[in-house]
């Protein structure tokens, strides 16, 4: 008998049998910038073309959008769906690897988000696998699972932390605009300048971003860094410091308008305003060091994001970067840190952090066990809050008072 023959005939029968599996109904659930995403996706295949639709259901609102560009080759599938949002077509692209009652996909949406997803089979159509676990409670943006590692590394700020003293020196916050070549038009963004700045001295600079429904007045509004900042320094717990808070939001509009989540792509091009643009006008106006290791950049939500994607991709400008409660733009943990011996040797703080009632946590949880695993020294810190200033302001809290110091873990 011909073995090798029978062999790649039965290969080539398994391949189709396969192939034949991936028509039918498949259920997703995941996290994305406005909170959790229910999906179903009816699939159709013929050979190796994939037809279908998706039906979405996201803060109650329902969309049916039709899948094109279908592909199915052994186990990997990918397909597309075109997004109309409000008015703005979003190409969300998928693809990855199918097993016989599951699919694990990457989720691109436009180039500002990215996430990995798993498909089930409809259990009416195949019965789910025996022992699976379920995760309990839930927050915004979804389940949450706690696991060991989840706790605090600090303990609760003191009871006034973000509170106005009467009995201390106070710096100055002002608006300023610049030229914004990237953008193509002046933009605005508000400036902390720390009790008795001086011309005749230099200072360290902490860029501070903001999430996708704010702009540069929000950490002001919810956070007041410049109290916090204030306290900080009169006790000696913080290097007086220059915080820019731009608007993060690349556009000539940069206004959140009523549809904040239309918004989105203009956020992963910010890199371009904030390298570009921003830092220059901050070195010409105000006396800033200008070596790496005085310059920081954080973010709550979807500037959480940013500043890992943006300070992690650009070292050479970063040495103190922190995550708040970071959102599903961030980019995958192995893109953000692909060569881990560099970042060990870059960073002087990685911070990550969230609360354990945010249903965002996964993000950071993922992050931080990339991190563990490839042994980069980075804070992981976990509150007992949710997706709000709260934990925003205690990361602040803490953030700063590590950053521009010669010890940092």
């Not at 996201?58 to 409000?86: A, H």
């Not at 608006?175 to 933009?187: F, I, P, Q, W």
Request: net charge neutral.
């Amino acid at each position: 008998m011909n073995y090798p023959l029978l062999l790649s005939v039965l290969l080539a029968l398994t391949s189709i049998a396969f192939a034949a599996d991936v028509s039918g109904t498949w259920k997703s659930e995941f996290d994305s910038q406005i909170g959790r995403q229910k999906y179903t996706y009816t699939l159709k295949q013929e050979g190796d073309k994939l037809t279908g639709k998706a039906n979405s259901e996201i803060n109650d609102q329902k969309r049916e959008t039709p899948l094109s560009e279908g592909k199915v080759d052994g186990d990997k599938v990918s397909f597309v769906e075109m997004l109309n949002f409000n008015g703005n077509d979003i190409r969300i692209a998928y693809s990855g690897t199918i097993s016989t009652n599951e699919m694990k996909l990457t989720r691109e949406v436009g180039d500002f988000a990215k996430e990995d997803i798993v498909l089930k089979r409809d259990p009416a159509e195949q019965p789910a696998a025996a022992g699976q676990r379920r995760d309990r409670g839930r927050g915004f943006g979804g389940p949450i699972t706690l696991g060991p590692d989840d706790k605090a590394a600090f303990p609760t700020p003191p009871e006034g932390f973000d509170k106005p003293r009467e009995d201390i020196p106070h710096g100055k916050i002002e608006t300023v605009e610049y030229d914004s070549k990237s953008v193509g038009n002046n933009r605005k963004a508000l400036v902390y300048t720390p009790p008795a700045y001086s011309a005749d001295k230099k200072y360290p600079v902490l860029y501070l971003l903001h999430g996708i429904g704010g702009d540069e007045q929000e950490w002001r509004r919810g956070g007041h860094p410049e109290i916090i900042l204030d306290n900080l320094i009169a006790d000696n717990k913080a290097v007086p410091m220059i915080i820019v808070m731009p608007n993060g939001r690349a556009q000539p509009n940069d206004r959140p308008g009523t549809n904040a989540m239309a918004t989105a792509p203009a956020f992963a091009k910010f890199d371009k305003d904030l390298l570009g643009d921003l830092i220059p006008f901050i070195q010409s106006k105000y006396s800033v060091k200008t070596d790496r290791e005085s310059r920081a950049l954080a973010g709550l939500s979807m500037g959480g994001g940013q500043s890992l994607n943006f300070g992690l991709g650009n070292l050479n400008t970063f040495a103190w970067i922190g995550g708040f409660s970071s959102a599903p733009n961030t980019r995958p943990p192995a893109e953000l840190v692909p060569d881990p011996e560099d970042a060990k040797k870059q960073l002087k703080l990685l911070y990550i952090s969230c609360g354990n009632k945010d249903g965002l946590i996964r993000i950071s949880q993922g992050v931080h066990a990339y991190l563990k695993e490839h042994d980069v020294p980075h804070i992981w810190q976990v509150d007992e809050h949710a997706h709000d200033f709260r934990h925003w302001k205690n990361s602040l809290y803490h953030f700063s008072q590590l950053i521009f110091k010669p010890a940092a873990r």
